[in-house]
């Protein structure tokens, strides 16, 4: 493990990353069950909730 110690610039640095990185993934997600349950049912969801 490593041991040395992040300044406080980096650490945001890559927890911004991490945030848009989820962001990304979470809309990928949303879109594809939007999808799928628009050619399972021919209509739009109401909602989709992604965790």
Do not use: Q
């Not at 911004?16 to 990304?24: C, G, I, L, M, V």
């Amino acid at each position: 493990m490593d041991t040395t110690k992040l300044t406080r610039e980096e650490a945001l640095r890559r927890w911004n990353a991490s945030k848009e990185n989820k962001r990304k993934m979470v809309e990928k997600l949303e879109n594809l069950v939007r999808k799928s349950c628009l050619e399972h049912t021919g209509k739009e969801p109401i909602g989709v909730e992604v965790w």
